[in-house]
């Protein structure tokens, strides 16, 4: 690196701290013209990446605002490279881009097990997709930006906050539904293991332990079913049927194509032998066979939330931000039936 950059903070005493820091007091600290540091912010690619992550920390330390031309916020998508996108975040990822285009911002990947990245991109904040349980910590131990999360907690000490899903009353509605419908046998099936995703588990699993309470007697049988490595999708189901099963409720919407799939290669016939519901996968489970029944969570006004929680962070970051819970829609169809 050239000399001038290796010095790169002078201590902030000298500057007016009750004013806001701008491109020349950026420039002075990290020892370099205003140009590289408009570059810099603009993603120029003709910018050494060591004077890049210096000029980057600079400012986010310091709190200059990071947009890019024309004043446009850049927002950070955060989802694993590695995790097959299911119907949830497929639809999740789907409006979040809508909203953040309506804003007329503009958009970047970053991969959850590349958060190193983040040093050389002139990202202003992000939201992340993705129930890693690692990410809060990992996140502050990388940047100081503001993180909301996409249906799993944050951590508000180091500006992390979060958008749910109200999934409390979907999976209560469900449950009373089937109840209503006669059903007393009735099981969770989750593509997922408890260990790979915590947040599905603790977002959807405990309101079905809760409503089964609420609504059924407390001695009925809770059965949930989690992904398991020695466990194929066929061989949980069929665990299941041994119980004498009488309904589901899959999540997500694309693991219960294939578990309907697999109810009717066994001869049974949905709902007349199996009521189903699932969560909502967008034109997809309403053209089923027969139409499932599902709940769907209210990803457009979660995303536009999301970006509305990130951008009073950004103007101030010592602002009251508190996690948001949203509602969703239950959609009824025709996978259930009376019995």
């Not at 809508?98 to 804003?103: E, I």
């Not at 949980?236 to 697999?262: F, H, M, Y």
């Not at 089923?288 to 929680?309: C, G, V």
């Not at 101030?316 to 959609?331: E, L, M, N, R, Y």
């Amino acid at each position: 690196m050239n000399n001038r950059f290796e010095k790169t903070l002078i201590p902030c005493y000298i500057f007016n701290m009750k004013k806001k820091f701008t491109s020349t007091d950026i420039a002075h600290l990290c020892g370099c013209s205003q140009t590289t540091v408009s570059r810099v912010i603009n993603n120029h690619p003709l910018v050494d990446p060591r004077t890049r992550e210096a000029v980057l920390a600079c400012a986010r330390e310091h709190g200059y605002p990071i947009r890019g031309k024309l004043g446009k916020l850049r927002i950070g998508i955060v989802f694993s490279r590695y995790t097959a996108i299911d119907g949830y975040q497929s639809m999740a990822l789907n409006a979040l881009k809508n909203a953040v285009y309506r804003r007329g911002y503009q958009m970047e990947i970053i991969f959850n097990e590349d958060l190193e990245a983040l040093n050389n991109n002139p990202v202003s904040g992000a939201i992340a997709v993705t129930g890693d349980m690692t990410l809060n910590r990992r996140w502050a131990e990388t940047t100081v930006l503001p993180l909301i999360r996409f249906g799993a907690k944050g951590c508000h000490a180091d500006g992390i906050y979060s958008v749910f899903s109200d999934e409390s009353t979907l999976v209560e509605r469900a449950v009373r539904e089937l109840k209503n419908a006669g059903h007393r046998k009735i099981a969770l099936f989750l593509r997922r293991s408890r260990s790979k995703d915590f947040s599905l588990a603790e977002n959807v699993t405990c309101p079905f332990r809760r409503a089964m309470k609420k609504i059924l007697s407390p001695e009925d049988d809770i059965l949930i079913s989690y992904g398991m490595e020695n466990l194929s999708i066929r061989e949980r189901l069929d665990l299941l049927l041994r119980k004498k099963i009488t309904a589901l409720v899959v999540i997500p919407g694309d693991t219960a194509l294939e578990v309907c799939s697999l109810i009717k290669k066994r001869g049974l016939k949905i709902p007349h032998d199996i009521s189903i519901i699932s969560r909502e996968y967008d034109h997809v489970l309403e053209y089923h066979t027969p139409p499932l029944t599902a709940m769907r969570p209210d990803y457009e006004t979660m995303s536009e939330t999301a970006l509305s929680m990130l951008e009073t962070l950004l103007n101030d970051p010592s602002a009251a931000v508190k996690d948001v819970q949203i509602p969703g829609t239950f959609i009824s169809r025709q996978s259930v039936r009376k019995i």
